[in-house]
């Protein structure tokens, strides 16, 4: 009998994913190229790639489904330490889902860290029903130490997730990482908070489905504004505050609609934590905080820009929940010498250029970065893998959360109240005063 391809006017072919695939070719192949095409960030994070991926090797071997191997490259890139990688599927492939548990709901807390120990940053929901409360002390969670706690769930993160540093990988671990599967129960053992005295009290939380993104500030200065993604007020201090969620390419215009609303204030601080990258004009967004008519020659130079530009002192907030064209917004600031920054951490360390790697099953491709953008910054070392440094690391004070008060946004009224004089502001290369902008303005 003659094949049905040489009787038909056209052939129908099984997509690849029903096929005979050589997962074990497949894994091999992502491994050699990513080896290669990655070899810059593989070395500048001190990552051996292949001691690292020996054991997915020999797992790909026992692979029998698509979803198993889909699986497997995800567990592949967490290795490459690159917050950006992501398996995408190509057309046979597109119909292949990761068979694991879907984590949808969460406690309504976010945690942070103070000195050794973890506090609850945030309680909302079901936390805040079960009578935890922002400040207090989190000594365990389901009966095991807080930090021990944290460590093993990162460790689990990190097994399935790409981070780009220890420090993205343990803010999402605090935030986005706290959630879980529907009917979750978790005790937190805790003490402290608004009221006094040091008994410790279990409570317990029963999981809903909600929101577990880090949103930037604990709290926002009061009477806070928001217009598009872009939050603005004036702090408790009378300073600017400024918080920039996400990064549209509408951003320049945003700010430009908070500025105007802001109008002439002595000092401006502009938060990046929480920001979830994007794409936007850099020189346009900086250009909003040089006064109208002048130029900063830094770098490949900055134009005043904007009908409302800002040209006093400036205060950039940061952490490792901002990822991404984020970071390389307040990378600019601080390293091109406009702004003091200020932050719990350094930015998350994911901000470069990518390439795609198809393999040969034709079912996904891999997105992976290849090398660090701002490559001038921090002394050559970029932003991929290290993160944008603040001049200083500045922790939450539990007082302050359990009176809804952002430790950060605090620090950076001060650090303003104290321009011109403050030793801090030897650091930033930018005076305001010789810029039009006098210490007789405030």
């Known amino acids: 009998m003659r094949s049905l391809a040489l009787t038909l006017p056209f052939v129908f072919v099984l997509p690849l994913a029903a096929q005979k695939v050589d997962y074990e070719k497949d894994v091999a192949y992502a491994i050699d190229a990513i080896g290669k095409q990655c070899k810059t960030l593989l070395k500048s994070k001190r990552i051996d790639w292949k001691k690292v991926t020996a054991p997915l090797r020999k797992q790909a071997k026992q692979t029998e489904t698509p979803a198993e191997h889909l699986l497997l490259l995800w567990r592949l890139l967490a290795r490459l330490q690159d917050g950006h990688a992501a398996v995408q599927p190509l057309d046979a492939g ?169 109008g002439d204030v002595r000092g401006m601080i502009l938060d990046f934590r929480g920001n979830s990258g994007g794409g936007f004009d850099h020189r346009a967004l900086f250009g909003r905080f040089l006064p109208a008519g002048t130029k900063w020659q830094v770098g490949s130079g900055y134009d005043s820009q904007g009908e409302h530009p800002f040209g006093g002192p400036l205060v950039v907030i940061m952490d490792a929940t901002c990822r991404s064209a984020g970071e390389t917004g307040v990378g600019q600031f601080t390293e091109d010498g406009r702004a003091y920054g200020i932050g719990e951490s350094p930015t998350a360390g994911m901000s470069a250029s990518k390439t795609t790697i198809e393999l040969p099953s034709k079912l996904f491709a891999l997105y992976v970065a290849v090398a660090s953008n701002k490559a001038r910054f921090q002394d050559g070392k970029g932003i991929e893998g290290v993160g944008v440094i603040p001049h200083e690391l500045v922790e939450f004070d539990p007082a302050d959360l359990a009176a809804e008060r952002d430790t950060l946004i605090r620090r950076a009224d001060q650090l303003l109240a104290s321009w011109p004089d403050g030793p801090e502001w030897k650091q930033v290369k930018y005076d305001p005063r010789e810029h039009g902008f006098a210490a007789t303005d405030r």
């Open 94 to 262: 597109k119909g292949v889902q990761l068979d694991l548990p879907r984590r949808d709901c969460g406690p309504g807390l976010f945690l942070c860290r103070i000195g050794d120990g973890v506090f609850v940053k945030n309680a909302w929901g079901p936390a805040k029903a079960a009578g935890i409360e922002p400040g207090q002390e989190v000594l365990e969670i389901d009966g095991v130490d807080a930090n021990e706690w944290l460590a093993t769930r990162t460790a689990e993160l990190t097994d399935l997730l790409s981070f780009s540093t220890a420090q993205q990988a343990d803010f999402y671990a605090r935030h986005w990482g706290l959630a879980d599967v529907a009917g979750t129960r978790v005790e937190f053992t805790v003490r402290g908070g608004s009221k006094k005295g040091a008994a410790k009290k279990k409570r317990k939380v029963g999981y809903e489905r909600l929101n577990q993104t880090a949103q930037g500030p604990a709290f926002w200065p009061a009477g806070s504004k928001r217009h598009d993604n872009v939050y603005y007020g004036v702090t408790e201090g009378g300073f600017g505050y400024v918080h920039v969620r996400r990064c549209k390419g509408t951003l320049p215009e945003e700010i430009d609609v908070a500025l105007a609303a802001l």
